[in-house]
């Protein structure tokens, strides 16, 4: 199974060192991996899109845990809001094929960002499937490119992933 | 005041009075600080011989060891130690030195990425990239090295940053927003841990190495409930080897009761253990016929890692076997006693008698000898199995192995911790010829401060324990495990070194041997040369269970037979 988790860090050199290496340590799989920095200073967030069964994903989460510059781990069972944005640059071999491509991509919503005589570029924003499904359409006239985010999250409502107040350890 | 002398205050500050270690380039400053600090410094005469030492130090103790080395090939040298020291929760600090910061990332000389490659091996790292971090960075380092899960830390200091001035305070708050180790374990779980074992019939307690300070209050609560007691190879001495509730170590060379009693067992208590392979076998089979399992640990990623759990109980062991204890009660399983006892009256560890010299029995003379009292060490193989068997361990702190990792070589320089940590005391280090011979320049370090560990190698000759898998599973096909052709003389090697130096082979010399040996006031070596085929046994083969189980050396059914 597919689960969006989000990882609430601080921002120290090497951190994203340590979760890349403990995923591949801890033989996780993993599909995608994204990371910004937050409004809040020293604190950055990390989306990432792992596989696996209920075990694996609380093993993910505790070991997620257990690496010191980890605030705060969260799987998004709950309804939440995700978005990945690609840029898919795309082959042009003539205008009648122009044209179908400009309806396919009006049909994902997606924008037209670079122009030139044989190839497309444009931007897309949606869940990780939509991408992938525009990718699939596009894929017979010629992908050049495309580079993807990888999903980022947002729990809906009032939840959020926060520093939790200070509280006397041990 | 500069960055070295800050490093050597803050480590003052943190309690610290004995640092072990090797310097090099880059940790030079700080060695030239070490000359006027009250620290006293055990020059080892390898990194790896350091942080071995300095975990020993911590796990005798109760202490934080540290280890220093300088940067690229000193600080790589220390690797195999403090995966050691994670994998058996040990609280060591390494610092290291690291190429000034200009120079990083240029391939400079002796430069390597120490934090990249002690990521994986450390619970935490550092680098300090600004003299005025010193204070906190070394505080936070102790904090999380000795709090929650121990683990080793390893700190790395560039060498300008050593060199710099400092003028700062030792008063620093640590600011460790991600990092809050449960510690008390919650009570509704422990209350639901109390109903389930009321309500057991066969009931058994298994303490690790995360209880060795958790001793007393294991022991008040086994004695209040009653229970049988099976202490994990890191648990030893947690729990007394000669109490009657003790049934022994557990796994692939556990005894016989203590796998059939977890086998039978409806009920399982896990106090401060991580149900290692060794341990466990295959998952799958293990505990069949345990419907509940109450796993009492400090690290929640340990709960449900490998084996399902139905009372999970997160925080630190000593506080929650002072809650069990103060809520057990005397359970009725007298039946069950009965079973365990027929099991450990017909299968106890033993050996037959023969007419060579035997590496139990030489374990079992020290043991006599010292009554139990003394800080034992082993290196890895079939003589550390044999010392987990025949030495009864009633003290915690007393018996200090490679467990986890399993790492050759760490007798000798556990036994210079262990010295060092507990003056005064005997330390012994039982060693394998194989094992020995991977660290043997320390014993400049014993001649050095002339500490007075007694090191017994259980000399076969052989790389002992690979060569009983050959035996059993490789069709005695006995590759690259022989050693006799070409080990030293190692009374002599000992002697070179100005080390008082013995030799035993004829067991009628065992006794009187053993007493030498302990009677002499410094440092003694004596080479056992036990019988070369020797295997250890019970045994389940890797991947097995306890049906599995090989009680008796099949090999020596067939020589009987012949």
Wanted: glycine share 10%; with cysteine.
């Amino acid at each position: 199974m597919r689960h969006v988790v989000s990882v609430l860090v601080q921002d120290k050199p090497g951190v994203l060192q340590r979760i890349a290496g403990l995923i591949a340590r801890r033989g996780f799989n993993i599909e995608s991996l994204a990371v910004g920095r937050t409004h809040q200073e020293g604190l950055s967030r990390i989306s990432l899109v792992v596989t696996g069964d209920d075990r694996v994903l609380e093993q993910v989460e505790k070991q997620l845990n257990r690496l010191i510059e980890v605030i705060k781990v969260t799987d998004h069972s709950e309804p939440h809001v995700e978005r990945e944005l690609a840029l898919v640059k795309v082959a042009v071999p003539g205008m009648e094929e122009r044209l179908e491509i400009k309806d396919i991509a009006e049909a994902f919503r997606a924008r037209i960002v670079d122009v030139a005589r044989k190839s497309i570029i444009f931007e897309l924003t949606g869940d990780s499937s939509k991408v992938h499904n525009f990718i699939e359409a596009m894929r017979p006239y010629g992908l050049l490119e495309v580079m993807r985010t990888g999903a980022v999250a947002l729990s809906r409502g009032e939840q959020v992933l926060k520093v939790r107040e200070k509280k006397p350890a041990v | 005041m500069n960055g070295a002398a800050a490093i050597l205050k803050a480590l003052e500050k943190q309690g610290v009075n004995i640092i072990f270690g090797h310097p090099g380039g880059t940790i030079m400053p700080t060695y030239d600080a070490l000359y006027d600090s009250p620290i006293r410094h055990i020059l080892v005469r390898h990194e790896q011989g350091g942080v071995h030492a300095a975990t020993a130090y911590a796990r005798a103790s109760g202490k934080v060891g540290v280890v220093m080395a300088t940067s690229g090939p000193g600080a790589l040298n220390l690797v195999t130690g403090l995966q050691d020291a994670l994998m058996d929760s040990t609280a060591v600090v390494a610092i290291t030195g690291n190429v000034p910061q200009a120079l990083i990332g240029t391939d400079a000389f002796q430069e390597a990425d120490v934090c990249g490659i002690t990521q994986p091996v450390t619970k935490h790292n550092f680098q300090i990239r600004d003299v005025r971090d010193i204070p906190r960075v070394i505080a936070e380092a102790f904090y999380i090295a000795s709090t929650g899960r121990p683990g080793p830390v390893l700190v790395d200091v560039p060498k300008d940053v050593q060199l710099a001035p400092f003028s700062g305070s030792f008063d620093v708050e640590i600011d460790l927003p991600g990092y809050k180790p449960t510690f008390k374990g919650h009570p509704r779980q422990i209350e639901r841990a109390l109903e389930a074992l009321a309500k057991a019939k066969k009931p058994v307690l298994m303490v690790g190495g995360g209880a060795q300070h958790a001793s007393a209050e294991v022991i008040e609560f086994a004695e209040k409930s009653g229970i049988p007691v099976i202490p994990t190879l890191m648990g030893l001495g947690a729990f007394p080897g000669t109490h009657r509730q003790f049934l022994g170590m557990p796994g692939m060379h556990g005894s016989v009761a203590a796998n059939w009693a977890i086998h039978n067992a409806d009920t399982i208590l896990a106090i401060g253990l991580r149900f290692d392979d060794r341990v466990t076998g295959k998952v799958s089979r293990f505990a069949p016929n345990a419907h509940t399992i109450i796993h009492v640990d400090i690290d929640p990623a340990e709960i449900g890692k490998l084996v399902s759990t139905a009372i999970p109980v997160v925080g630190d062991a000593k506080w929650v076997a002072a809650e069990l204890a103060k809520g057990a009660r005397k359970l009725s399983i007298a039946e069950w006693w009965q079973q365990v006892d027929e099991w450990r009256t017909k299968h106890p560890f033993g050996w037959n008698s023969k007419p060579y010299l035997q590496s139990q029995e030489v374990i079992h003379a020290f043991w006599e000898a010292t009554g139990g009292k003394a800080i034992v060490t082993s290196g890895v193989g079939q003589h550390q199995m044999f010392t987990a068997q025949f030495f009864k361990f009633d003290k915690p702190r007393s018996w200090i192995n490679s467990g986890g990792l399993g790492t050759m070589g760490v007798g000798l320089p556990f036994a210079i911790g262990a010295a060092l940590a507990r003056p005064g005391e005997t330390v012994i280090d039982f060693d394998g010829d194989g094992s020995f011979q991977m660290t043997l320049q320390e014993l400049a370090t014993v001649k050095k401060y002339n500490l007075p560990v007694k090191i017994v190698i259980l000399n076969n000759g052989f790389l002992g324990m690979v060569r009983q898998w050959q035996d059993l599973f490789h069709a005695r096909r006995y590759s690259e495990v022989y050693l006799a052709d070409s080990n030293p003389d190692f009374a002599k090697l000992a002697e070179a070194y100005g080390i008082k130096g013995l030799t035993l082979s004829d067991r009628g010399k065992l006794a009187e041997t053993v007493k030498e040996v302990l009677e002499h006031e410094g440092p003694v070596l004596l080479d056992c040369r036990v019988h070369h085929e020797e295997g250890v046994f019970p045994m389940i083969p890797s991947g097995g269970a306890a049906e599995d189980m090989i009680i008796e050396n099949p090999r020596e059914a067939v020589e009987a037979g012949d």
